[in-house]
Structure formats: structure tokens, C-alpha cells
């Protein structure tokens, strides 16, 4: 067995059955099935729970038994795996073949593995594309398989824009109530985004100057090292301010500049952050090209080999951003005057996704330092590949001699912090849907909020015919996201 941390750490949830569309897809062999053998492992899923897999591959049980295991020893390369683990583990995995959009008629199949309503838990889990949604939500209340209680989660994006995303919310509520609707963006389970909360409203350090008082800017970076490859097709439907910026870094933003809610139960936490929603500046055709720079990866070194374009990996000639960067400004007390630069894009030097808290500089040096200017004050947390949390400080450079200043970093690594294995995002995410826990998913109000904001920079992208810039792969992206901040007298945080 690996070093994982003792199943007593873990309070095994109630009995449920699983039912996954579009389980022969990526997300679903590469997340889903290993998140679920971790916390089996864990022992915090009951044996008599099933997890039955749905797509229109042909397979049967044994077939997507091998298929999962295969896909868990390629993703998880480095973990070890008892065969009476696996046997144990993938007794209960199950399978049906099924076009989900399919007549009515087609699911008996599916319907006998449920066996009926009983006691468990049901939950349905549609890692399908999201025009989809709509119509297998019909199609699970025609088949008579929403039993009471039953819960829904839907993968993001949640619509392309603000109208088919009321669409899609409107025809997964004629079947399941808000309060089952579970709207998965990985990014909230991750270990450091929940610390987040746990920094700013229970240490007594920090929230006093968490604010425009104290505060400078906020850096928000999701770089990816990888380029949109075989999804390109899809990803030239959507680009990076659609696919990123709309959910992953919209919802980040939030956590870092909401109000403290009274508590922690999920529609406080939920009525906080879409306040932060409503309150971002709207950007317009009049500010659109002082606050936001579009790029396009052409070819370039990345990974040690030269890395193809974009249209390259396309096939044809494309004006789709795969690089975007963002001025944010909130119009509140807390943030006036403070803004929130957000960037996301492919084939960057580096994968890292990270939020530097960056503090204003001390009213009045008392040590010249030999002329040299004194970093600011950092709050960086970093959400992978390692996540963790660092507040870099000056500090005196021991020794004799002087006072000469260093740039220190006092660092909480939860790898070296905690040696345990402790779970991913959606290991994490899967349990607290089991749980009923609401928390840490978007409500419908927040998706559409945040939609709404979008539209107005894609509408502003449209009229102005924003340039979509070019950078190497393998590099920091456009030149022009650099001299954004440049013209505010401040530049990105390199954090790599």
C-alpha cells in the first residue's frame, strides 16, 4: 500500500450509487475513477455503494474494469497498486452502454443496475458537453431513475455566454431543485483555496489589512504549460476568457475579496462572493484595450522541444485568444482603488497556478540598503503543482558588517508540513456532494453573475476589434500583458 493517511482521518459517507455519463471520457478515467479509489482506499466509501459507469462506448463491466485500471496506472504512474486492492475496489464498478440523449426507452438497462429507490444516496454526475446537460436531465425524470434526494453535478463551463447558460440552468431546473444542482469547478476543492478562507477570517494578522488600506494589488495566475492539442477544435469555441477566466479565476477573485461571512454554511459563503460579482467594474469598448491583451501562442520552445502554433494544432487560421490578461477593479470600500490583475494562458513557460497579495510599500525606509529599493511585502499562495502558502519579508542578513537586508520567505509547504497523502479537489468535491454540502459549488445566481461580466468583454472584444496577440510558446505570454502593468507603475510577480 502507499503512504496514505489513516482511514481515521476520514468519516466514511453514507452509502450512494454513482452514475457517471460519458465515463470512457477523459475526465472521467484521468479524475474521476482514481479520486474515487482514493477515498475507497480511505475507507470512506461503503461497500454496498455502486458506481456505474455510462457512455456510448461498447464495453461491459469487465471491459471498464480493465479500461479504469489501465487509465490509473498511466495518470498515476508513481503510485502503487495491489491487485486485491483493485479486485476489491472495482467490484464496484459497473457499466452500461447508452447514448444518454438517446429515446427514453433505451435506459431499461441502466434502471435495472440502479435497482429502484432504496436507501442510498443517488447522485448523477454529467461529464458530458454542456449542451447536453439539459436533455439527460430530462431524459433521467422520464426514465423514472430520480429517486428523492437525488443530486446532479454538472461540470463548468455552464453555457458560452449568459443566455445559453440561463438556458441550460433553466432545463436542469425543471428537473432537479437548486438545492441539488451541484456546478463542479474543480479549483474550490483544492486544499489552498479552502485554506484561503481559513488565512484571512481566523488569524487576527490578517484581515485587518486586508484591504485597500494595506493592499496594493492582487496577482491571479493559471499558466499552463500544455497546448489545446486534440481539443483545439473545441478550445477555438471557447479561448481562454470563456474556459478560465469565466469560472477558475472569477472564482478565486472572490475568495480573496469577499466580505467575512457570518459563517461558513454554503449560502453565506455563496451571498458574499456574488456581492463580489456584482460589484466588478464593467469593462466597456471605452476601457477595453487599457484593461485586457488577448494572445495567441505561435511556435516556440516549450518543454525542452519545439512546441507547434496554435493553428498549427488547429489546421486553419484562427483569431481565438489562448492567452488573456485582465485589469479587474472592484467598486467597493474595501477594494477602491486596489486592482486585480488576472492572466491565464497555454503554452507558458511554466504550470503554476498562484495569488500574490501584494502589500503597499512602508511609508518610510529607514535603511538605505545601498540605494538598492526594498521588495514589497508578499502573500504568495500557491495552488499547484505544490500547493502552499508563502509571505515573503525583508529581514536582516545575519552577520557583521552592516545592516544589509534580505528577501525571505516564510513558507508553509503542505507537502513538507503535512506528511500524509491528503485529498485532491475532486476527491474532495465528490464526498461533499455525497454529503450534501453545497459550499463549495456555484450557485446559479453566481455562474450567470459572472457570465455577465464576460459577455460585456467579449461584446467589448467584438466592437473594438481587440488585436489577439502573438508569443512564443514557452514564454509569459504577450508583451503587451507586461506593459499593462507596466503603465501602472507595477509588474507581474514572476513566481516560477
Known amino acids: 500500500m502507499t503512504d496514505t493517511a489513516s482511514s481515521s482521518h476520514f468519516v466514511p459517507v453514507t452509502a450512494f450509487d454513482l452514475v457517471v455519463f460519458g465515463a470512457a471520457g477523459d475526465l472521467s478515467l484521468r479524475k474521476l475513477i482514481p479520486s474515487l479509489f482514493h477515498r475507497w482506499r480511505d475507507a470512506q466509501i461503503p461497500p454496498d455503494s455502486k458506481i456505474i459507469g455510462v457512455s456510448r462506448t461498447a464495453m461491459d463491466d469487465a471491459a471498464f474494469r480493465t479500461l479504469a485500471l489501465e487509465s490509473f496506472r498511466k495518470f498515476h504512474p508513481g503510485e ?17 452502454e447508452l447514448d444518454a440523449v438517446s429515446d427514453v426507452a433505451d435506459w431499461s438497462a441502466l434502471a435495472g443496475k440502479l435497482e429502484g429507490c432504496g436507501d442510498k444516496q443517488r447522485v448523477f454526475y454529467l461529464a458530458l458537453a454542456p449542451g447536453l446537460y439539459g436533455a439527460v436531465s430530462a431524459n433521467i425524470a422520464k426514465a423514472g431513475i430520480k429517486c428523492p434526494g437525488a443530486r446532479i453535478v454538472l461540470e463548468k463551463p455552464i453555457g458560452k455566454d449568459l443566455a445559453s447558460a440561463r438556458a441550460i440552468n433553466e432545463a436542469v431546473g ?8 451541484f456546478r463542479i469547478d474543480h479549483y474550490l476543492g483544492k486544499e489552498t483555496v479552502q485554506n484561503l478562507i481559513v488565512l484571512r477570517f481566523m488569524n487576527s494578522l490578517f484581515e485587518p489589512v486586508w484591504n485597500a488600506n494595506a493592499i496594493d494589488h492582487v496577482e491571479i ?17 471557447a479561448g481562454a476568457l470563456r474556459d478560465m477566466v469565466q469560472n477558475h479565476l472569477l472564482q478565486l477573485l472572490c475568495l480573496v475579496a469577499m466580505e ?13 462572493k456574488i456581492k463580489v460579482l456584482r460589484a466588478l467594474r464593467p469593462i466597456t469598448t471605452e476601457n477595453i484595450r487599457q484593461t485586457t491583451v488577448r494572445g495567441q501562442y505561435g ?8 512546441a507547434p502554433s496554435y493553428e498549427e494544432e488547429l489546421g486553419s487560421q484562427s483569431e481565438i485568444e489562448t492567452f488573456v490578461a485582465i485589469k479587474a477593479n472592484i467598486d467597493n470600500w474595501r477594494w ?5 490583475y488576472m492572466r491565464t494562458g497555454k503554452r507558458m513557460k511554466a504550470r503554476y497556478s498562484e495569488i500574490i497579495i501584494q502589500f503597499k510599500d512602508v511609508a518610510h525606509a529607514i535603511i538605505n540598503n545601498d540605494g538598492e529599493d526594498l521588495p514589497p511585502t508578499r502573500m504568495v499562495i500557491r495552488l499547484q503543482p505544490d500547493e502552499g502558502v508563502k509571505l515573503l519579508l525583508v529581514t536582516k ?7 544589509r537586508l534580505r528577501y525571505v520567505p516564510l513558507n508553509l509547504s503542505y507537502a513538507e508540513a503535512f506528511e500524509a497523502r491528503y485529498p485532491d479537489a475532486y476527491e474532495r468535491l465528490l464526498m461533499a456532494v455525497v454529503r450534501d454540502d ?6 446559479r445566481d453566481e455562474v450567470e453573475a459572472a457570465w455577465g461580466w464576460v459577455d460585456g468583454i467579449l461584446s467589448a472584444w467584438t466592437k473594438d476589434k481587440t488585436p489577439v496577440h502573438d508569443y512564443a510558446a514557452g514564454t509569459d505570454g504577450p508583451a503587451q500583458a507586461a506593459m499593462m502593468l507596466d503603465r501602472d507603475g507595477r509588474e507581474w510577480f514572476d513566481g516560477v
Request: proline content about 7%; charged content about 25%; overall charge negative.
Open 397 to 403: 542578513d545575519p552577520g557583521p558588517g552592516g545592516m
Open 299 to 306: 511556435k516556440g520552445a516549450s518543454d525542452g522541444k519545439v
Open 80 to 96: 502503487g497498486i495491489e491487485s486485491t486492492e483493485w479486485e476489491a475496489f472495482s467490484s464496484q464498478l459497473h457499466y452500461v
Open 221 to 237: 495566475t493559471v499558466a499552463e504549460e500544455i497546448g489545446a492539442g486534440g481539443r483545439a477544435s473545441y478550445y477555438d469555441t
Open 260 to 272: 467575512p461571512p457570518l459563517d461558513l454554511e454554503p449560502d453565506t459563503v455563496r451571498d458574499e
Open 336 to 340: 477602491k482603488g486596489v486592482p486585480f
Open 174 to 181: 425543471a428537473v432537479f431543485d437548486e438545492d441539488a444542482i
Open 438 to 443: 453545497l459550499a463549495l459549488f456555484m450557485r
